[in-house]
């Protein structure tokens, strides 16, 4: 009978500080964006806030569908060779809900 391999990756405490440095630094941008320019009376100045963050949100979508398009293509093709790199795509492709919901609601606010 054979024994069941159980793979756990873990991730470096290192590498978990600076994301996490990483992500208060862009939710303090984000903050200060939408206090100065989010806010503003402007009109134009929303308008600008609103439109690089849904220009930055539908780059990255696509990022993560081109990402899902090589996993589909190579498992239709039946490539063998993307099996050293597949986790890679298959876990970028897992934001595709969230860009796709921030695309959207930045989209209905236009």
């Given at each position: ?60 979508m696509l990022i993560c569908n081109a990402s899902m398009f090589f996993v589909c293509a190579t498992t239709l ?34």
């Open positions: 009978m054979a024994s069941s391999v159980k793979e756990h990756f873990e991730i470096p405490p290192k590498m978990k500080t600076w994301s996490m440095v990483l992500i208060i630094i862009g939710v303090i941008a984000f903050i200060a964006g939408l206090i100065t320019k989010g806010m503003s009376k402007d009109e134009h100045e929303k308008a600008i806030f609103i439109g690089t963050l849904m220009y930055n949100s539908i780059f990255w093709a039946m490539g063998g060779w993307n099996t050293v790199i597949r986790r890679v795509p298959e876990a970028i492709s897992t934001l595709v809900p969230v860009f796709g919901t921030i695309t959207f609601l930045f989209s209905c606010m236009l």
